[in-house]
């Protein structure tokens, strides 16, 4: 029997607001695919969301991205071209900020099972994330744009709706 990921992109990125649903997706994508995964969270914070020394971060981030294949899970937008650059497939979700605000504060009181942030940092809503998820969309647009001109032999696939993404799995599994 064919595996019918054997086509599949190799070297994908998966960026958006918290809350969006990107690590669910990642996962799930992962399992599917078998395609090595990486959450940038895991390796850019240290326990209590302390960050970790940047040059060190970007040094991890090279290692992933110079891999044959890989699913990377994150934002850090400073970096994003390094990723970008040698991505087969970008996927932004740009859900809406009332949803991604209402499931940030929903994981407050149910335990996650995903596994997708550094060792000791329990799960917390900050001042600094609500700004940062309502700020997401104006940030990203610019370096978006001057990358998808850039590298324009990299598919860019916006999801902004539990339905597109329905439409997203669709397309995946052609």
Not at 4 to 11: A, L, S, V
Not at 23 to 41: E, V, Y
Not at 142 to 158: A, Q
């Amino acid at each position: 029997m064919k595996n019918k990921f054997m086509n599949y992109p190799k070297r994908i990125i998966i960026f958006g607001r918290p809350g969006a649903g990107k690590s669910t997706f990642a996962i799930k994508l992962h399992r599917a695919t078998g395609i090595p995964l990486h959450h940038l969270d895991k390796h850019f914070y240290e326990a209590d969301w302390k960050e970790r020394d940047y040059n060190e971060f970007i040094s991890i981030q090279q290692k992933f991205v110079s891999e044959d294949s890989w699913i990377i899970d994150g934002n850090n937008t400073k970096s994003l071209e390094m990723r970008y650059a040698r991505a087969n497939l970008v996927l932004y979700f740009n859900y809406p900020r009332g949803l991604c605000y209402w499931r940030i504060f929903k994981r407050l009181f149910m335990k996650s099972v995903i596994d997708d942030r550094a060792e000791g940092c329990k799960e917390t809503v900050r001042w600094s994330l609500l700004k940062y998820i309502w700020s997401f969309e104006r940030r990203v647009a610019e370096p978006i744009e001057r990358l998808k001109k850039c590298y324009p032999e990299v598919k860019f696939i916006e999801v902004n709706s539990d339905e597109g993404l329905l439409e997203l799995y669709d397309i995946l599994e052609k």
